[in-house]
């Protein structure tokens, strides 16, 4: 069967099938190349162009071929790093800008509209705040839109747009039933991870990564509290323990990680001791492409999903056993009280005592001489407090640079710095004293949006240390709050607000301090927090519990009943909505328009149509009745056949209405006489 040809000039679906993909294009830009976002948007001029009749020749297919080839090549060759389902969104995109070049027959359209379907879930995919996913709601129903003014070329606009919110709305109550209440079945493969990151942490850091870090605005993760909310003081959110030193930077420790997916290979996850009253809450995770996650100290998984998804590493971390593609809800209770004194004591002290053969020679003899006046651990370390507080310190996003020897440099020469500049010399320090010390890095604090949820943006990233000062168990100390208490105790917003060091540094001056501004932005995360915890954080947990609340206990007799009646249900609203004997049939106005004067040519000359085409009839009526009245069935005829045959050229409904009522007319205008 042949497909059929579309009009080129004035084609109305091929121009909304054009604007439909640049728009999507421009949506997915930070996930797709730029030159490939280019590519669609020639695409859509091309089209542009052929719909308002400037060009009239589509491009030649041999010339498309070639630009596919070179398109291909160069996808393969920038795409290194990326991951396997960015890249092939980018040429699944890069075959829709090529077919829409060559948007011809119906059959370029239809696949057209299943690679925007296609699109679509992976826009959902890759962002999945609120705002998104209303607009690519809103890009479904233009689609929709789209494919209805393809099937119906001579319907209405009003008509068009109601029966797009009438599919929609059709399809709304069975897409909630399969949400809530179909079982949470577990993916049937995994995504591959990249080698980018979207967070600013990092398995290696230099003291000046955090400070670049806290230039970002980025919601990190939100945190709804079932307790009472500590303290800001006391949010310390623990992601990842960094124990190797070269001397410029730290890193995750090899033999750590060799370590632990050992442990992991033997299923042995680290069971803390715990003590005291524990903190219990909830976390969304934003998308990071990486497993850590964010806990305060001392973490465990508070739920039997998240008991199966996290692992608990020996470091005092918890960790997804899958990348975070997306955003990721868990459970855990922490216990502040609990002593951190579990662990491989052994390996724990080699790692954290060792420090590089050379370099920093001034902090060296520096550290040799204060632990001769200081040999007690812990006056060792409030000496070097003391020393922070003491000297000329001071907190700054922009330091100078510190290349060569950079403890040296930063203790002795510039004092200035960020947190991760205080913790890598306070950590390195502790190391020359003989005291096993390591960095921890997460965040620090949170912006409340309720009584019970804090949001923990990108700025709030942060880096205090761990030591044994008793031999035995780990503390934590933060020299920041020697130098820039006001970063703990009131966050690091209203520090930036404050500070002349930090002011002018970061993008939250000038227009956050206006009331207005801070309100919409606590309004924006409230309902944005609230649609990632009902709806992207719905989970089998929630599903039991709302079958729970429904059945008043689970049992599987109940569970049985319940099923049968949801299927019972959704046949029925299948039946109501999809069976055609059902449902009320449409006809055109025109077909009306020329239906009712024809039924009146009927009655008043004893005339048959039966299955006569409206031409057959024309020609069946024209000696039968008066010439003025076949004259007018004539023009009443032509213009009904070129709406039914020619809808591209179709006349007005308001011609073909005209045209019957001076039929009508006619025929009343007879029978006067």
């Known amino acids: 069967m042949m497909s059929v040809s579309l009009p080129i000039a004035g084609n109305r679906e091929s121009m909304l099938t054009s604007i439909f993909f640049v728009v999507l294009a421009a949506s997915l830009f930070s996930d797709i190349h730029l030159w490939v976002l280019l590519l669609c948007l020639c695409a859509g001029i091309v089209r542009g162009f052929l719909f308002l009749g400037w060009y009239n020749h589509m491009p030649g297919k041999r010339m498309v071929n070639l630009l596919a080839l070179l398109a291909g090549t160069a996808l393969i060759t920038t795409s290194d790093g990326m991951d396997f389902l960015h890249i092939m969104v ?11 070049m060559l948007l011809s027959k119906r059959r370029d359209f239809y696949q057209l509209f299943i690679c925007a379907i296609f699109l679509l879930a992976c826009g959902f995919i890759f962002y999945q705040s609120l705002a998104r996913t209303l607009f690519y709601g809103i890009m479904f129903l233009f689609l929709l ?14 008509f ?31 995504m591959p991870e990249g080698k980018s990151t979207e967070t600013g942490l990092a398995e290696t850091i230099t003291p000046g990564d ?3 870090l806290a230039q970002s605005e980025k919601l990190a993760f939100s945190a709804t509290f079932s307790t009472p909310v500590p303290v800001r003081e006391q949010l310390y959110w623990r992601a990842l323990t960094l124990e190797h030193f070269d001397g410029k930077s ?14 992991r290979y033997m299923n042995k996850p680290f069971r803390p001791a715990l003590s005291g009253e524990p903190v219990r809450y909830e976390v969304i995770a934003e ?21 199966r998804e996290l692992w608990q590493g020996w470091q005092y971390q918890l960790t997804s056993r899958q990348p975070l593609f997306s955003r990721y809800a868990y459970y855990v209770a922490s216990y502040p009280d609990s002593p951190r004194s579990q662990g491989n004591a052994a390996l724990d002290n080699t790692l954290n005592l060792q420090v590089p053969e050379r370099g920093n020679d ?15 651990n812990r006056a060792f370390v409030s000496a070097l407090m003391r020393y922070f507080n003491d000297k000329p310190f001071s907190y700054t996003l922009t330091p100078p640079p510190m290349l060569n020897d950079p403890v040296d440099s930063f203790l002795f020469d510039h004092q200035q710095g960020f947190c991760a500049h205080y913790a890598s010399a306070m950590t390195f320090a502790l190391r020359l004293a003989g005291i096993p010390a390591r960095i921890v890095t997460g965040y620090q604090g949170g912006t409340p949006i309720n009584d019970e949820t804090v949001n923990v943006y990108q700025y709030d990233a942060h880096a205090w240390v761990e030591a044994k000062t008793d031999g035995t168990n780990w503390q934590s100390y933060d020299p920041t709050t020697m130098v820039a208490p006001s970063r703990i105790f009131d966050g690091f917003e209203q520090a930036a607000r404050f500070s002349t060091e930090i002011q002018g540094d970061h993008p939250l001056n000038g227009i956050s301090q206006l009331a207005f501004f801070d309100a919409l932005r606590n309004m924006s995360a409230q309902m944005d927090f609230l649609w990632s915890r009902w709806f992207l954080g719905y989970n ?11 059945l008043n206990g689970i049992t599987p007799l109940k569970l049985s009943l319940f099923a049968a009646g949801l299927l019972l249900f959704t046949g029925a609203l299948l039946i109501i909505f999809f069976v055609p004997g059902w449902q009320r049939s449409h006809i055109a106005r025109e077909k009306k328009y020329y239906l009712g004067a024809v039924e009146k040519l009927e009655q008043k000359f004893g005339l048959q149509r039966e299955n006569r085409s409206p031409g057959q009839f024309y020609e069946y009526c024209k000696h039968k009745v008066p010439e003025a009245i076949a004259n007018d069935l004539a023009s009443l005829t032509r213009l009904f056949e070129q709406y039914q045959y020619h809808p591209h050229q179709a006349p007005p409904a308001t011609a073909i209405r005209e045209a019957a009522k001076q039929l009508c007319w006619r025929v009343r205008n007879t029978a006067r006489h």
């Open 362 to 376: 001034k902090t060296r003899e520096w550290v040799h001489g204060l632990r001769e006046m200081h040999p007690d």
């Open 540 to 550: 089998n947990d929630k599903q039991t519990d709302i079958l729970d609340r429904i």
């Open 145 to 158: 839109y789209i494919l209805l003014s393809a099937h119906t070329p001579s319907s209405t606009r009003q």
């Open 250 to 263: 730290w890193s995750v420790s090899e033999t750590r990680q060799y370590a632990e997916t050992q442990l």
């Open 160 to 190: 068009r747009q109601k029966k797009t919110f009438i599919l929609f709305f059709q399809a709304l109550p069975l897409a909630v039933i399969l949400f809530v209440f179909m079982p949470r079945l577990p993916p049937l493969w995994k």
């Open 90 to 100: 980018n040429l699944l995109l890069l075959a829709c800008a090529l077919k829409l």
């Open 210 to 212: 955090i400070a670049n």
């Open 287 to 307: 998308p990071t492409k990486k497993s850590w996650l964010f806990a305060l100290d001392t973490a465990v998984p508070d739920s039997a999903a998240s008991q």
